[in-house]
């Protein structure tokens, strides 16, 4: 009913009042753009330019995550409000605009994950370079992107809300529905009329409808809904997204390595049987601890399990240190017995 979404909400504007630290950018990650700049001028042409501009996707498409969840927050705010104070158009209006946003930023997140997929493999610098770039205009356009057609030379175009729509049902397959349902009641037609009247003209009170009313928990449960896509794809999926691009990062930083290299993609073939801690299994050719987890993933899938439903069952057990390299052991409980892997241990950028 629309008290427990109301609660929902409330749960929702409270998480992001608690994390206001988090919005700080500025001192959250300087040292750390500090650090890039400083390892890229070491590298050798073109991965002294290519570092860099992957480091800045990751960095504004982590920003454009902050910012897009501070949107939610006072239009979930608004939402709230007009339920409180009886007041439809109010409600109707800032769930439409939440909808836009949640598609707007999942359009361009969409452009990241596309990124991140045609590089894999990559090794022609001009291929490379065009889909970097695609990337970045559309980090642009998400958040400096201007509407109308007399835009200056340069300026970047934002991101049609019908386009956006259309990349969020890739995972909403109600979206478009839901748009066109709520827009109906924000244009002032009959639908917008109905909010606050009879619903037919000339007759009954002018007033807001009821809280109770069919209509009214019906946009508010498209709200609820959008917060319920935001908390996997905000929290959990876009995060992911930057971080693998950080990854990228970090192999431009690792020793040897080329654009003709730095872009492959490894093949899960550990050495070892896995069976005991001593003969864990051990991705020699692994430059990173992330790679070496995602051939993990990768092998454990490929021997019928799927690594998401037992990841709840890995621990770490132990620590070994080789050459100067400290090593992880994890032990992975499945249907079949324990299985061994050694990781060597994160370092990052």
Known sequence: ??????????????????????????????????????????????????????????????YCIQLFEYKYYLLVKAMLSGIVENNPLSLANNCRSLLEQIATLACCMKAIEKMLDELKGQGDLEKINKIISSAESMLQRTYSGKGGKNLDKGEP???????????????????SVAYDYLCEFVHPNHGNNLLVSTGEIGKGKIGSRSNSDAIILKISKIGLNLLLFNKTHNEIKYPSLTWETHHLV????????????????????????GKTKETAFFFKKARTSQEAMKLTYDYLTECGYDPITIAGKRISDGVTTEEGQIYIYDKWTTVDGPIWFKIQSYSGI
Do not use: Q, W
Not at 157 to 175: Q, W, Y
Not at 252 to 258: E, S
């Open 1 to 62: 009913d629309i008290e427990s979404i109301c609660t929902d909400f409330r749960e929702f504007i409270e998480t992001v009042e608690k994390n206001d630290f988090i919005r700080d950018h500025d001192a959250r990650f300087t040292n750390l753009r500090s650090s890039v700049k400083n390892k890229s001028s070491r590298l050798k042409p073109p991965l002294n330019v290519i570092a860099p501009k992957l480091y800045y996707i990751a960095d504004h498409a982590f």
């Open 250 to 273: 970090e192999l431009c930083f690792t020793r040897g390595a080329k654009i003709t290299n730095v872009f492959s993609k490894k093949m899960a073939m550990p050495e070892g049987d």
């Open 157 to 175: 175009k934002a991101i049609h809300v019908n386009t956006a729509i259309k990349d969020l049902e890739d995972n909403v397959k109600d979206a």
